[in-house]
């Protein structure tokens, strides 16, 4: 079936550093990706998304390419801040009457000062 | 406009007790969806609606129940609450532009 993997966390980085956050899957056909952020006791936020390839989701300075041939979807982002500390979650979803996403393990990133 | 809005925010419950969990959005998304989240497991999904009147299981619907009452209500229930449902219960719509999530019930089963 589909799935996503993540790298694995933690992250730790210094304020302004670069981001990045590797994803990977595997699907049939030609998935939506994307990406969604959760801050400390909060639900999740779609940050991103990508519905086909070699398209770019961009959005607060993170962006994410969607690349077909290396089924991938990494999440960059050129100097990170300390409110970026969260935890990311790479996602896709097929196109079917029901669009049940499937998410990655998440990937926690912590940002210091 | 206020999303997807999720009742209660925390709940503590002994063994064998029952409750519902409810899920409401005002978003007129079709679909609905139940997870749950643990640590070091992610976000495993309990049960989703695609539409009004329809519901299937996801990866984990063992000991819970759901509801879809109308197009903008979909509730879960524990009918006999365990210590391995203690978790944080997360709700969520989509439009099949991705999903929109609720703020997420914690919940305690001692």
């Known amino acids: 079936g589909d799935s996503v993997t993540q790298m694995e966390g933690p992250v730790t980085l210094s304020e302004e550093a670069f981001l990045t956050i590797n994803c990977t899957y595997t699907a049939t056909g030609y998935p939506s990706l994307f990406w969604y952020v959760q801050y400390p006791g909060e639900g999740l936020q779609l940050l991103l998304k990508a519905t086909k390839a070699d398209d770019k989701g961009s959005n607060k300075g993170f962006e994410a390419t969607y690349r077909k041939e290396t089924t991938s979807f990494h999440l960059e982002k050129g100097s990170v801040q300390v409110s970026d500390s969260a935890v990311y979650f790479c996602?896709?979803?097929?196109?079917?009457?029901?669009?049940?996403?499937?998410f990655g393990p998440g990937t926690s990133l912590s940002v210091i000062p | 406009n206020a999303g997807v809005t999720q009742t209660p925010k925390f709940q503590v419950l002994k063994t064998g007790q029952s409750m519902t969990l409810q899920c409401a959005q005002d978003?007129?998304?079709?679909?609905m969806y139940w997870y749950r989240q643990d640590p070091g497991m992610g976000l495993r999904l309990i049960y989703y609606?695609?539409?009004?009147?329809?519901?299937d299981k996801g990866e984990v619907p063992n000991g819970y129940n759901v509801s879809r009452l109308n197009k903008r209500e979909f509730s879960l229930r524990l009918e006999s609450a365990a210590p391995s449902q203690t978790s944080v219960y997360f709700c969520?719509?989509?439009?099949?532009?991705?999903?929109?999530f609720g703020a997420g019930t914690r919940l305690s089963v001692l």
């Open positions: 978003m007129n998304h079709n679909s």
């Open positions: 969520a719509s989509s439009n099949g532009r991705g999903e929109d």
């Open positions: 996602a896709l979803s097929q196109k079917t009457s029901y669009d049940k996403v499937i």
């Open positions: 609606s695609a539409s009004e009147g329809t519901t």
